[in-house]
């Protein structure tokens, strides 16, 4: 019931917050990742290699589902952009549900352009089934294919430092959005400049309107203050009281 | 119209399912999400085992780069998973058994502990790299990163006994309020994600 009346108060804050930050005209801070993100799918599509995303080792039914879906929103924009130029990217998986929905982004974008009879069936891996298994996967299939970029986003713990390492070696351009702290921890050495808890989630798939990404982070933003200020009334409260 | 709104009212419909249990606990609906979710999740197993095969092999077919890998890997599954059958027709419990069991002890277990045993050591040569490119400013990080690395992995040695206490009392703190503060913000990033999902904003299953 506690963990009920939180998540009620969360989704209270949260359109508050939306509905604040509709009003606020200043600019968000800018993420790294994302701003790099268009010019490396442009990258990609001039030279033909193909970008990689990593969804990581989470899944979409459970407590990880989230995690997942914060790269599928990269997923989105990646599948969208990839299937205009015809460079489909290769997305790594580490569970069956998280493939499905991969191949069903895929699928669905290249047959809005009319392309899905090209898509190769290799493009979805199912790299590994544990976290270091899919690692493990990772390497092999950055080892053997070369790609432009390489995007980790979704479910990494310290076993991502693995894919960054083979990434950085063969040379692809690194882009992470983590999450996880483990896996921010480990990825932080190979781009300090990372997007980092709720900012992963900050990604927005292409055809969304110009100006929304603006909201959301600042409803992040809002959401980190007004929470902060919640904890500090309680506590001030249970202070004076006791 | 109604063939892009069924996902996403689906989509909604799922996620208020998923919150009632936190607001009014319901043994029987909670009992039945983790039950449809299971049947999911073996569906989905069987069709993604079949896309692996099919990916591995459109490799082989296609002479791709590194194709033995793809063609060794392709074997191995389909020979575990023929074992896996054999074992549950014979005694006829499912997947399991004596032999699956022991390959996975003797063969994958092993060989992810291999891969575990690596993690420190890039770890270490990722942050001695960064340390190279921008020399000032991350000794102190490079120091930490190190610190905790010896202590961490290095079981069986006198390092924790003698970077341990400085661990404990200087770094842990501070790795602790970082991690909890990132946790915060994961859990901002995800109910807003749920309410964008729920709201129709986002719509993760196509448009």
Do not use: K
């Amino acid at each position: 019931m506690i963990i009920g009346a939180l998540l009620l108060l969360f989704v209270l804050l949260t359109l508050l917050a939306v509905r604040m930050a509709r009003r606020i005209q200043n600019p968000p801070r800018e993420l790294e990742p994302f701003r790099r993100l268009p010019r490396q799918i442009g990258q990609a599509l001039e030279t033909g290699q193909p970008p990689h995303l990593a969804l990581g080792s989470g899944g979409l039914i459970g407590n990880e589902a989230a995690l997942t879906l914060s790269g599928g929103r990269i997923l989105e924009r990646l599948a969208q952009d990839s299937a205009v130029g015809e460079v489909f990217p290769f997305v790594t998986v580490a569970d069956p549900v998280a493939l499905l929905y991969a191949r069903h982004v895929l699928q669905d974008a290249c047959h809005r352009q009319g392309v899905l009879a090209s898509l190769p069936p290799d493009r979805v891996w199912w790299a590994g089934a544990s976290p270091m298994a899919y690692a493990a996967g990772l390497t092999l299939l950055l080892g053997t294919q070369p790609v432009a970029t390489s995007i980790m986003s979704g479910l990494f713990r310290e076993e991502a430092v693995l894919a960054g390492e083979i990434g950085q070696r063969y040379g692809a351009h690194l882009i992470f959005a983590m999450p996880e702290p483990g896996g921010a921890a480990a990825l932080w050495p190979f781009d300090p400049n990372l997007a980092v808890g709720e900012e992963a989630f900050a990604a927005f798939p292409q055809g969304e309107i110009p100006g929304r990404p603006s909201a959301l982070l600042l409803a992040h933003d809002l959401i980190r203050w007004l929470l902060i200020a919640f904890l500090a009334i309680v506590a001030l409260g249970f202070a004076l009281r006791g | 119209m109604f063939r892009r709104a069924l996902p996403a009212g689906l989509l909604s419909l799922v996620i208020a399912l998923a919150l009632v249990p936190y607001m009014w606990p319901q043994p029987a609906l909670r009992q039945s999400l983790t039950e449809l979710g299971s049947t999911l999740l073996a569906y989905a197993a069987v069709v993604g085992f079949l896309s692996f095969l099919e990916a591995h092999f459109h490799r082989v077919g296609a002479r791709a780069e590194g194709w033995p890998y793809s063609l060794v890997t392709a074997l191995t599954a389909l020979a575990f998973l023929l074992l896996s059958l054999a074992e549950g027709g014979l005694r006829g419990n499912g997947l399991a058994g004596p032999w699956t069991g022991w390959l996975y002890q003797y063969g994958l277990l092993p060989l992810e502990a291999s891969v575990g045993a690596l993690l420190p050591f890039f770890m270490v040569l990722a942050l001695w790299r960064l340390l190279r490119i921008r020399r000032s400013a991350y000794v102190l990080f490079f120091i930490a990163g190190v610190l905790t690395t010896l202590v961490l992995h290095s079981g069986g040695t006198l390092l924790p006994t003698l970077f341990g206490s400085f661990y404990e009392t200087f770094l842990s703190p501070l790795a602790t309020g970082g991690i909890r503060g990132i946790l915060i913000g994961v859990a901002i990033g995800v109910v807003v994600m749920m309410m964008r999902a729920f709201l129709w904003i986002d719509r993760p299953l196509g448009r």
